[in-house]
């Protein structure tokens, strides 16, 4: 992977050094590109046209000295002071930062000049000098490879002595007298400090060759300043990558080694890889019953399930081991990959046998799974560059939000838990594999941004519905505080101050070091999606309660929405390719989000037909849909998602690539999962949740028997689901002695008072006070929430305090 290296970070990498350019009109172009990269005041070409066969000299705004020597056959006097320095500039501030050699063109053209047999005596007699020397003549060194050509577009001239043959087989001698030190060292991926390599302390870029195209050249000789710049980048990325500091994001793996982990990153990588195989070590060498137990026990697969996950992940992305390759956005590959994720989907439909009811869990885990399937191709793909694709995918960031007001808006009108376990089953689940991988990766939290923004509106959802949850059965009461809670939010985020003072404290007392600016664009981009869901959970709820649905006009109401719904989305799509770019359309989102995710919602349950039927294959990636947004990030991506994974090299081994990379990031995200899920219910004491409600459930059952609400922590699949309401006709009516159909009492929280004779029946006498068992658990050994919660927040206190 490339780094586009931008005139400041030159600056820090050249140090005020010099840099020299010897050679041949080829390598004079090269010399003007890079110099307009380094500073883009200076010229992108030879002022005079009749002055070409000169000398340049110059000095960038940062005092970089660049300088070019024209010498097409490397035997100048210039070229000879450079490979034979007197002793006066042998000293390293004299010592070029960077030397670039280039001929070959001109022995071809001039053959008076000695031909292919005068070129290898130069280029022999020029390495020698290069290896014999006892202090290295610069930095780096580069011999550039002699120029491909275009023979139908050379002039007849050059065309008669100019041949492809000739430059291969110059080319050819080149690689063979320059070994370059990555294909001799077997080792080079493993992140150890540089080595001196035992080759030619030169550098022959061949890939020089690779990326020129015929359309962009006018002679065959001399191609486009574009493509000349891009190799440009290439030679910085060889002098720089490996100078300057090796820290995330890490988007520059070309020429360079990975950094070695410092002792206290190294423990925690070492601590949350070696913890469960040790531990599964140990139970089969010491525990007395190990010669009749199973190979893996139920209770070990979660551990080594996130050891496997986090030694894989880490290999992928902070190693060698791997190659990276560069994004580059086709629309074909695109189109292609959302076809067949379209067609996977729906063979995979099944319908239900009965109506599953407005925004069933079948239905949400589906719609987060195709919606996941689209960001990640949208990322793969490097579609963000896009502007008609990157609206809609900001919309289907929004949609998840909505997900997340809706369903936990549904669960604290529907139960009124507000305690203290509800928060760390939601907050545990939703950032625990995020803190793993910001720790065992050297990241940042906020980096995995969805995990945090979720955790953010959560609490705030949260506030909203705990202050003065005991008046939450009053519909003007909760509205009212949902309208407080947006005004707010909306006045927090206008005023920049306040999180910067936020942050600040962290970094000074946490060693945190967040960007307030970005949090604010991430929060303020879908400022009031989530408030659009907590309304919408509120009147799903009273339109259940007044059985709206039974009134005969709802079917004409059914087909005006849907009618209507199917416009707005028209007019979203042709609103959004009208926008000039995605920052004009950034400014619209935070307005405009809520139209095409509103009306999708009511389109996708229009009629029962469409609530009974989902797609299993989107809704098994919807159930991993948030692990599977984090760990792209290192495994199928790669460079912090700055590029793609190539467990296969070779561009033509594309497609295979994709598929291998896709299953193996599917599977371990499916592991995740699932332990994370597991990891919750430990971390948290909870025990495995009831079954979600059915049509045969009733909505309003015993509290003894009332099932687990969602958003909930699910054991068997590990993911955070969407509460869902029962439908009209699920419960089972209630009759007066006559016979007559009673009106079923309002679906609210539990009530605060209960009658006399229901506290007389349970009996007088308090419950016991829990004493300092809220603390340790049930047991005397064991540690309650409370104290898991301290323990694992000083531990993170710790390790941000140390980290360096």
């Known amino acids: 992977m490339m780094y586009q290296y931008p005139p400041k970070d030159v600056a820090t990498c050249m140090a005020s050094r010099r840099v020299v350019f010897i050679g041949d009109s080829v390598t004079r172009q090269l010399f003007f590109q890079f110099a307009h990269v380094v500073d ?30 024209w010498d097409p056959y490397l035997t100048s006097n210039h070229t000879r002071s450079i490979l034979h320095p007197g002793p006066r500039h042998q000293s390293s501030s004299d010592t070029p930062a960077l030397l670039v050699l280039g001929s070959g063109l001109w022995y071809l053209r001039y053959p008076e000049s000695g031909g292919l047999s005068a070129w290898e005596a130069t280029v022999e007699s020029t390495l020698a000098t290069i290896s014999e020397a006892v202090i290295p003549l610069a930095d780096v060194t580069v011999m550039l490879p002699v120029e491909d050509v275009v023979p139908w577009k050379l002039s007849r001239e050059r065309a008669a002595f100019m041949h492809p043959s000739d430059i291969d087989a110059m080319n050819s001698d080149l690689l063979h007298r320059i070994q370059p030190p990555a294909l001799r060292d077997p080792f080079a991926f493993l992140p150890f400090p540089s080595r001196r390599p035992s080759g030619l302390p ?79 070590l140990l139970a089969r060498r010491f525990s007395p019953q190990s010669s009749g137990m199973p ?24 190693t060698g081991f791997w190659l990276k390759e560069q994004k580059q956005f086709d629309p074909w590959t695109f189109g292609f990959l959302c076809l067949l994720s379209l067609a996977l989907g729906l063979v995979t439909v099944k319908r239900a046998d009965n109506d599953l009811g407005f925004l069933n869990r079948e239905q949400t885990d589906e719609w987060k799974g195709w919606m996941q399937i689209a960001i990640l191709i949208y990322h793969y793909t490097g579609a963000s560059k896009i502007s008609g694709i990157y609206n809609p995918i900001r919309v289907l960031v929004a949609a998840y939000l909505f997900m997340t007001g809706y369903g936990h808006t549904t669960y604290y009108v529907k139960k009124a838990d507000f305690g ?136 004409l109401v059914v087909k005006t929405s849907s009618a209507l719904s199917a416009v707005i989305l028209l007019w979203f799509f042709a609103f959004e390719l009208s926008q000039p770019d995605k920052f004009a359309y950034n400014a619209w989102h935070p307005y405009v989000s809520f139209l095409p995710v509103g009306a999708f919602v009511v389109l996708r349950n229009a009629n029962a037909i469409l ?27 790669a460079g912090d998602t700055k590029g793609i994974l190539m467990v296969i090299p070779g561009r033509h081994s594309r497609p295979l690539n994709l598929l291998l990379t896709t299953i193996v990031f599917i599977y371990v995200s499916h592991l995740v999962a699932k332990a994370t899920g597991e990891f919750t219910n430990w971390i948290c004491g909870s025990a495995k949740p009831p079954s979600l409600p059915t049509s045969q459930q009733p909505s309003n059952p015993p509290p ?44 609210t929280p539990a009530r605060p008072h209960r009658r006399w004779i229901d506290r007389l029946a349970e009996g007088s006498s308090p419950q016991p006070s829990p004493g300092f068992r809220v603390w340790y658990g049930d047991s005397e050994w064991k540690p309650g929430l409370k104290t898991k919660s301290l323990i694992g927040l000083a531990v993170m206190w710790l390790l941000n305090v140390m980290w360096s």
Not at 55 to 68: A, E, M, N
Not at 619 to 625: D, E, L, T
Not at 710 to 729: K, L, R
């Open 611 to 637: 609530r009974s039927a989902s797609s299993r294959m989107f809704a098994f990636i919807g159930r991993c849909s948030l692990e599977t947004f984090i760990i792209q990030c290192h495994l199928w991506l």
């Open 202 to 280: 030169v550098a022959l870029p061949l890939v020089f060759n690779k990326m020129l195209h015929p359309l962009q050249t006018q002679d065959g000789l001399h191609f486009s300043d574009l493509l000349v710049t891009m190799q440009a980048q290439v030679l910085l990325n060889l002098r720089c990558n490996d100078v300057l500091p090796k820290s995330f994001p890490m988007d520059k793996t070309c020429c360079r080694t990975y950094p070695w982990p410092s002792m206290l990153h190294l423990l925690v990588l070492a601590g949350v890889i070696l913890w469960a195989p040790v531990n599964w």
């Open 420 to 555: 203290l376990l509800r928060i760390a089953q939601v907050l545990v689940r939703l950032n625990l594999l995020t803190l793993l991988l910001a720790y065992t990766m050297n990241t940042d939290y906020l980096y995995y941004y969805f995990a945090p923004l979720v955790s953010w509106w959560y609490m705030i959802i949260y506030g909203t519905m705990a202050l003065g949850s005991r008046y939450n059965e009053r519909t003007v009461f909760l509205l009212t505080k949902i309208f407080l809670s947006m005004a707010f939010v909306t006045w927090l985020m206008s005023e920049p101050w306040l999180l910067q003072t936020i942050f600040q404290f962290l970094e000074r007392f946490c060693n945190i070091r967040w960007s307030a600016r970005e949090w604010a664009f991430r929060v303020s981009l879908d400022l009031w999606i989530v408030y659009f869901g907590m309304l919408a959970a509120l009147a799903v709820i009273k339109a259940r309660e007044h059985r709206i649905t039974d009134h005969p006009r709802w079917p």
């Open 40 to 69: 883009p005041s200076l010229p992108t070409g030879p002022p005079d046209d009749e002055q070409k066969h000169a000398d340049y000299i110059y000095t960038s705004s940062t005092d970089i000295q660049l300088v070019f020597y």
């Open 704 to 747: 003894s028997a009332r099932p687990a609400a969602e958003p909930q922590v699910d054991t068997e699949e590990g993911h955070e689901v969407i509460f869902m309401v029962p439908q009209d006709g699920d419960e089972e009516s209630r009759k007066d002695v006559e016979g007559n159909a009673l009106p079923r009492d309002p679906d």
């Open 295 to 318: 190979l893996l026990r139920d209770d070990e697969i979660p551990g080594l399930a996130l050891s496997f996950a986090a030694a894989i992940i880490y290999v992928a992305d902070r």
